[in-house]
């Protein structure tokens, strides 16, 4: 991993319990998503990225047009209900500053 990739603190989300969620990159139009076998099964890991991906559909309209959206799924994910992915999802999205209205301040 180069220098400049290396991931902060604040690109985390925390859940309830204050385990990180979801890691969130933005590089340059299309979503990818990324869950390794320490989230689960197949059976796990794709319920977990259509949920990503039906958030991101249901919310395409709230981020900036001509970004590949990265999203990286840690262990905890494997709980994580729609409405903790949506919420996780679009927070991260106001934090990265790649929502339409700039994101949080």
């Known amino acids: 991993m180069q220098p ?3 991931r902060e603190e604040r690109d985390y989300l925390l859940d309830s319990k204050g385990h990180k969620i979801v890691t969130f ?3 340059s139009g299309k979503l990818g998503i990324s ?3 320490k ?3 197949s059976v796990v890991r794709h319920r977990f990225a259509r949920l990503v991906r039906e ?3 249901l919310h395409e309209d709230v981020f900036n047009s001509g970004l590949d959206i990265v999203v990286v799924a840690r262990a905890c994910a494997r709980d994580a209900s729609y409405h903790n992915i949506e919420d996780s999802l679009l927070s991260l999205a106001g934090k990265a500053r790649i929502k339409k209205n700039g ?3």
């Open 35 to 37: 869950c390794s076998k």
């Open 103 to 105: 994101g949080e301040k």
């Open 39 to 41: 989230i689960g099964n």
């Open 55 to 57: 958030v991101y559909r």
């Open 25 to 27: 990159f933005h590089l």
């Open 4 to 6: 400049e990739e290396q």
